[in-house]
């Protein structure tokens, strides 16, 4: 091991970064974790909780660009934007919406199924003897409509999901008040889906991940990683807020804050950050059974260690945007009408970055033209559920040896700037 062993500097210590230093670790590699602000402080921490393992469907659906106008104007639709940030969006935008297509759906689905499908088994080995395995809840996760009407008009996402093995049981009027009867009349079609899983406390949990790296040698760095330092088109370095750090191997696992370094590696990726909003209920009166996924406003409810957790929704207004208050208003109008009778006693609001590529696929593997240099970014609303699996993918890459699953559809390559000098 002494032959191969390498210094790995890996940018971004969120549940994919983390995930890649364990797993390099576990091969005998020095790991050095860098993040601008520790572990867990980003999508990590604030994320709806569910290893969603059906997770497959991108946002950019057919129908999509009919549906924009009616979406960014009705009181209760979960997509928002600030509108000043409007013209720096529109190219990406422009991108996103031509893959709002059957086909690319269907490509983007198939990718992602390689990746999240196993999502609750990938934990459990991620977690295993770290003491964050006990983060780890084996759940059903439900989705939720108004009727069967409602639910027959999400058809081409459940053919998609049942293309890909996945199975379901439908609950409908007093078949879905016997499983959880802590939902009013105004949902009365549920789709359970059984084999997924939730963690009860996200940040924590990512935080004991990044703890046991620690105490496994894993060097964490605070601070910002701005350039990586190349001598004859190999990975030597990085500069970490001035100073040189020196490593052989660089994983840009970043997050929503991974376009400008991509940039510098000749990747012109067209990233967004979808800002996610959260609501915590602590002490709530009701609890529901699983992890739910309220369809009509598309946000989740998740039950935590002492709170539910309300997260989702969509907004638009790149990095540097102070939280809204309407995405917090209208998760708490819609809980309300979901669970009728529902109160607690404190509230914490949260707002964050999800990363979001135009094809709605994240970039896994290596940076072409530069030797040592790795990307595992863009997992849209599925980096929780994605993390695990992604960092035994790059883990595997580092040590030389070849993963079972074509990394093609994740190549970096794809947004390769072929003017860039290599």
Not at 1 to 14: F, L, P, Q
Request: charged share 20%; aromatic share 8%; net charge neutral.
């Amino acid at each position: 091991m002494e032959d191969s062993r390498k210094t790995v500097a890996i940018i971004g210590a969120g549940i994919v970064g983390v995930s890649t230093a364990i797993w390099c670790l576990r091969d005998g590699h020095d790991v050095i974790l860098i993040d601008r602000k520790g572990p867990a402080e980003g999508a990590s921490h604030g994320n709806g909780g569910v290893l969603a393992s059906n997770g497959i469907i991108p946002v950019s659906v057919p129908g999509l660009l009919r549906s924009v106008p009616g979406l960014l104007v009705g009181r209760d639709q979960p997509l928002f934007l600030k509108w000043q940030y409007l013209p720096r969006l529109v190219p990406w935008l422009a991108r996103f919406l031509g893959h709002a297509n059957a086909s690319d759906v269907r490509r983007r689905a198939a990718a992602m199924a390689r990746i999240v499908g196993d999502s609750l088994a990938e934990h459990q080995d991620l977690a295993r003897n770290t003491g964050a395995e006990k983060w780890i809840c084996p759940a059903d996760y439900v989705f939720l409509y108004r009727d069967r009407a409602h639910f027959e008009g999400d058809s081409f996402a459940w053919q998609i999901r049942a293309e890909h093995g996945y199975t379901w049981e439908e609950l409908e009027g007093a078949e879905l008040r016997d499983y959880d009867s802590a939902f009013g009349p105004s949902i009365g079609f549920g789709v359970k889906c059984p084999n997924h899983g939730r963690v009860s406390d996200p940040g924590r949990y990512v935080k004991d991940l990044a703890r046991h790296a620690e105490a496994q040698g894993a060097r964490l760095l605070i601070g910002e990683a701005t350039d990586v330092i190349q001598e004859n088109g190999k990975v030597s370095g990085l500069r970490v807020d001035g100073e040189t750090v020196w490593c052989d191997t660089v994983v840009l696992a970043a997050g929503a804050w991974s376009g400008s370094l991509s940039r510098k590696l000749g990747v012109k990726v067209p990233i967004e950050s979808e800002r996610g909003y959260h609501l915590e209920l602590w002490e709530p009166t009701i609890m529901p059974r699983s992890p739910v996924m309220i369809a009509a406003a598309k946000f989740v409810a998740t039950p935590m260690e002492g709170r539910l957790r309300l997260a989702g929704v969509v907004e638009f207004g790149g990095l540097d945007a102070p939280p809204s208050r309407a995405p917090f208003r209208l998760l708490e109008r819609q809980i309300r009408k979901a669970m009728p009778g529902i109160a607690w006693k404190d509230t914490v609001e949260w707002m964050g970055h999800r990363p979001s590529v135009a094809d709605s696929t994240p970039l896994i593997g290596p940076v072409p033209g530069v030797a040592g240099a790795l990307m595992a970014f863009g997992h849209d609303h599925v980096g929780l559920t994605g993390g695990p699996r992604t960092g035994r993918l790059v883990s595997q890459l580092v040590a030389g040896r070849q993963p079972n699953l074509d990394l093609t559809p994740y190549s970096p390559a794809r947004y390769a700037d072929v003017r860039h000098p290599t």
